[in-house]
C-alpha cells in the first residue's frame, strides 16, 4: 500500500469528524444507506459492495471493490407536522423545509489480492427545532424558552479488515470508533422551572448547550459467491456501540444519561441477472428496544390518573424510579425495526450506470407513544430511490491523488408522508380520560446527493 493511498484514508476520517453530522434518518434514525450508489438502490449493500463504503454495510465486501476512494455530500430535506388536543400541552405545527447536508466518505486499499482495509465514515441521528407560545407545545405556565426541540448526532468511523479465504468465502471485521453530540433546549416544564416533577435531575434536563459522548464496538461480516458467482450472500453484525453518558442530560435519558447505538444484524442476496443487470435485497434488524432511554415507554396514554408507564409507580407513592433519568425512567417507547430493501443496477453504457430501488421499516414507533416522540418524528416507512454513474476521465482532482479512473455518482430519495396517531396522558379541555386519538406527528422527506469516486 503506498503512501497516497494511507493519506486518502486518513483524509477520509479526518473529512467525516469534520464535516457537519445534521442528520434526520429515515429507517428509525438510521439512515437508509450510505453513498449515492447505494442509496439509489434503496440502500442495499450487505452482498452488493459497490464502493469505498462498502465496510459500512459489510467489511468482507471491500475485496470486492479494490483500491478507491469515495466522498459524498446530501441535501436532506424533512417536512414535518404535529398536531397535540390537550388543556395542557396544545400544538399544531409545521415545519418549515430545511435543507440538512449529510456527508458520507470510505476508503480501500488492496494489501494482496485476498487481503484489504479501510476506513468508513457515516452518521445517524434526528432532530427537531420548533416554536412554542406560552402554554403551548411543552411551555406549560410558560415556563419554557420559545424554543423547543432536540437533536442527536451520531458519526462511527469504521477501520475495517478483510480477507478472502478462497474463491467462495470472504470474512471481515471492524472496529466501531463512535462519537455522538445531542442538545434539548425548552423542557423547562418537565422539571427545570418547571410545573411537573417529572424529572429526577431538574438543573440537568434540558438547555445544557451541546453535550459529547464517545463510545466503541465490534462489525463481523462474511460474503460467498456461488452459483458460478453470479448468486451473492452476505451477512453483516454489528454489536451494540457503548458509549459514555450525556452527563448533562443525566435528568433526561434514563440510565442516568446513557444512550448507546443499538445492535443491529442484516442479510443480503445478490443476483447477476445478465452482464447488465444486478438485483440486490438486504433484510435489516435494528433493536432499538434494548436501548433504556430509547425504548422505555413514554407517559401512560390509556389513564391519564396514573400517568406512569411502569405499575410499580404509583402516582401517590414514591415514583422517582420511572422519573426520566432513573434507570426504569421514561423513554420513547420505540419498537425493534425490522427493514427491506431492495434495488436494481442496469449498465445503459460502458459510461452510465442507472439505478432503481425501494425501502422499507414500519416506524418504531407504537400509536400511544406519540406524545414524547413529537420530538422525535419518525414516522416515514415507504421509500422510493434512483440514481446513476457517470465514468468521468480522471482529470486534475483524481490524477492529482493518481488515480487510474474517477466517476460521478447521483442519487434522490423521497420518502412518503405517514401520520401516526394516537392518545396521550394530556387529554383535551374538559375530558378526564382520552378516548381515540388527539395527538399525531408527521413526516414527510426529499434527498438528493453525490458522490465523487476515485479507483487507483
Known amino acids: 500500500m503506498n503512501w497516497v493511498t494511507r493519506g486518502i484514508l486518513v483524509s ?52 470486492g471493490v479494490g483500491s478507491r476512494l469515495d466522498i459524498g455530500i446530501e441535501a436532506f430535506m424533512p417536512e414535518r407536522a404535529v398536531y397535540h388536543d390537550s388543556n395542557d400541552f396544545p400544538m399544531d405545527h409545521k415545519s418549515k423545509g430545511d435543507i440538512f447536508p449529510i456527508p458520507s466518505m470510505g476508503g480501500v486499499s488492496m494489501i494482496s489480492s485476498n487481503m484489504a482495509w479501510g476506513v468508513a465514515v457515516i452518521g445517524a441521528g434526528l432532530g427537531t427545532d420548533y416554536v412554542q407560545e406560552p402554554n403551548k407545545f411543552f411551555n406549560f405556565g410558560g415556563n419554557s424558552t420559545g424554543r423547543v426541540g432536540v437533536q442527536l448526532m451520531q458519526m462511527q468511523i469504521l477501520p475495517s479488515l478483510a480477507y478472502k479465504y478462497d474463491d467462495t468465502h ?18 423547562e416544564a418537565f422539571g427545570q422551572n418547571g410545573s411537573f416533577d417529572y424529572t429526577t435531575v431538574p438543573e440537568h434536563s434540558t438547555n445544557m448547550g451541546r453535550e459529547y459522548s464517545f463510545g466503541y464496538g465490534v462489525r463481523l461480516g462474511w460474503l460467498g459467491k456461488f452459483l458460478e458467482k453470479k448468486l451473492s450472500v452476505g451477512v453483516n453484525y454489528s454489536s451494540r456501540v457503548f458509549m459514555s453518558e450525556f452527563e448533562e442530560y443525566d435528568g433526561l435519558f434514563a440510565e442516568h444519561g446513557d ?27 435494528i433493536n432499538y428496544s434494548d436501548i433504556a432511554s430509547v425504548g422505555n415507554p413514554g407517559p401512560l396514554a390509556s389513564d391519564p390518573n396514573q400517568f406512569w408507564p411502569r405499575p410499580e409507580c404509583d402516582p401517590l407513592g414514591d415514583y422517582t424510579p420511572c422519573k426520566l433519568g432513573a ?44 406524545l414524547f416522540n413529537v420530538l ?32 460521478v455518482s447521483i442519487n434522490y430519495m423521497h420518502a412518503f408522508l405517514n401520520t401516526i396517531k394516537g392518545p396521550t396522558a394530556f387529554p383535551p379541555s374538559g375530558v ?13 422527506q426529499d434527498a438528493i446527493g453525490v458522490t465523487y469516486g476515485m479507483k487507483f
Open 259 to 285: 444512550f448507546d447505538i443499538p445492535e443491529n444484524y442484516a442479510i443480503g442476496f445478490a443476483f447477476k441477472v445478465s452482464p447488465k443487470v444486478n438485483v440486490a435485497l438486504d433484510i435489516q434488524q
Open 327 to 370: 434507570p426504569g425512567g421514561m423513554g420513547f417507547g420505540w419498537t425493534d425495526q425490522t427493514v427491506y430493501k431492495i434495488g436494481a443496477d442496469y449498465k445503459y453504457s460502458e459510461k452510465t450506470t442507472l439505478r432503481a430501488g425501494y425501502n422499507y421499516g414500519k416506524s418504531p414507533i407504537p400509536e400511544d407513544q406519540v
Open 376 to 407: 422525535a418524528p419518525a414516522t416515514v416507512e415507504h421509500h422510493i430511490t434512483f440514481g446513476a454513474t457517470f465514468i468521468l476521465e480522471p482529470g486534475f482532482l483524481a490524477g492529482m491523488f493518481g488515480a487510474t479512473d474517477a466517476e
Open 12 to 63: 477520509s476520517v479526518v473529512l467525516g469528524i469534520a464535516a457537519p453530522a445534521s442528520v434526520f434518518a429515515t429507517n428509525g434514525y438510521f439512515l437508509i444507506g450510505f453513498g449515492a450508489k447505494s442509496r439509489g438502490m434503496g440502500g442495499v449493500g450487505v452482498a452488493y459492495p459497490q464502493d469505498g463504503l462498502a465496510a459500512a454495510y459489510n467489511p468482507a465486501g471491500m475485496i
Open 432 to 444: 378526564s380520560v382520552v378516548d381515540g386519538s388527539n395527538a399525531s406527528i408527521a413526516m414527510e
Open 170 to 187: 470472504t470474512f471481515g471485521g471492524t472496529v466501531v470508533v463512535a462519537a455522538q453530540v445531542f442538545q434539548a433546549k425548552g423542557l
